[in-house]
């Protein structure tokens, strides 16, 4: 069975690459043949992630949104469901060309993550898992498609033709998204290899723990000592509170995406954000404010819902406290509060066009922060995501 639902995980990874391509080719004059199909191949593509879904979970004996691959895909599929209603409400094929690759980034991201089924800890027994966290992951996606149609404005309406603040924070942008590639890339080619490395090293209940990296040690745990012969022992320590193997892994998508970053203008001559500005020309400005500005305001109340409301309700369940204070908790709530500001702004204080789709690439920063940052380095009790 769960060879079954990683079958259709990969068939839908495939079909959203074939429906980007379709996308793209939508962009021409009289390319309404070329959208049609593309929406169809998203349609199947999705179907396919469901049925993985439904049979993992049938497999796990639980919803699968209990570790980072299985919550990460389902963020993924909810990014491609919420764009598929989207779609049939504005009709605009370009968010396709921009919506599934991040799609496709993110379900890419997951994979590099154990994929093993293993059985709950005693605090996730709970039908709240089924409620909070797919709710949260559900409020996510559509906030994701504020980001999507505000990249695209931005993309579009920013002069590429001279050095600002925008074209650089529009180009760092660009750069964190080919990070998540150089992610993918650098941990499938040691996986590959089947590189390990371990440490030793006492953890704060002063017990000794291994810690076997699968990436070559930048930076090894507080007081760790090195136990894999031939492989060196890196100069940097990690602090107690931080998760030196997580770390290890962030540097090195940094280093990877720098790398995937710099062949890629060596080779396009100009920016990254310059050379997709012709595939958006023909979008209208007001329809993409309108979209990121309708994303958010559907999305707000479901993340409402999941992410703080249900969740200070399982925290209760759990943990006998609705709120601790812990990163994962403050990180929603900082959250919550930019796209409360989000909306006054936009409400009260007129923010429309360049400024709202900027806060739109905002808030999705301060959302995979809190996936991959949060859920990587910070320890916590959600440190089992």
């Known amino acids: 069975m769960v060879q079954l639902s990683s079958n259709f995980l990969f068939a839908a990874f495939i079909l959203y690459l074939v429906a980007t391509i379709f996308f793209g080719g939508s962009i021409r004059e009289k390319g309404k043949k070329w ?69 496709i980034l993110v379900i890419a991201y997951a994979s590099m993550f154990p994929r093993d089924i293993q059985p709950l800890i005693p605090s996730l027994k709970s039908y709240w898992l089924h409620i909070h966290v797919t709710t949260a992951a559900a409020g996510e996606s559509i906030l994701a498609i504020s980001f999507v149609a505000g990249l695209i404005y931005l993309i579009k309406n920013v002069d590429q033709s001279k050095r600002s603040k925008q074209t650089f924070w529009l180009e760092a942008v660009m750069f964190s998204l080919i990070c998540t590639l150089g992610f993918v890339g650098v941990t499938s080619t040691f996986s590959a290899a089947k ?70 203008r060596l080779v396009l001559r100009k920016r990254v954000a310059a050379a997709m500005q012709p595939f958006v020309q023909k979008v209208n400005n007001d329809l993409l404010d309108e979209i990121g ?50 909306l006054h702004l936009r409400l009260s204080k007129g923010w429309h066009g360049e400024k709202s789709a900027w806060l739109a690439v905002i808030g999705f920063a301060i959302i995979m922060f809190n996936l991959v940052a949060v859920n990587l380095i910070i320890a916590g009790l959600h440190s089992y995501a």
């Open 293 to 342: 500005y309708r994303s958010v305001a559907i999305g707000f109340p479901v993340f409402t819902l999941g992410a703080l409301i249900f969740a200070m309700i399982w925290a209760q369940m759990a943990w006998t406290r609705f709120w601790g204070w812990d990163p994962k908790e403050v990180w929603a709530l900082i959250t919550w509060l930019f796209y409360a500001a989000f």
């Open 35 to 103: 959208a049609g199909l593309g929406i169809s191949i998203t349609i199947i593509g999705f179907l396919s992630q469901l049925v993985y879904f439904i049979t993992r979970w049938i497999a796990a004996g639980h919803a699968p949104v209990s570790n980072l691959f299985e919550f990460t895909t389902f963020f993924g599929m909810m990014l491609v469901f919420s764009f598929i209603i989207i779609y049939f409400i504005y009709r605009t094929s370009v968010l396709g060309l921009f919506a599934l690759p991040i799609a």
């Open 195 to 264: 590189y390990e490395t371990k440490f030793e090293w006492v953890n704060k209940n002063d017990q000794k723990e291994e810690m076997v990296y699968n990436l070559p040690a930048l930076v090894k745990p507080h007081e760790g000592t090195l136990l894999t012969d031939g492989n060196m022992n890196p100069v940097l320590e990690t602090p107690t509170i931080v998760n030196a193997k997580k770390l290890n892994t962030v540097l090195w998508s940094l280093i990877a995406g720098t790398i995937i970053y710099g062949i890629i």
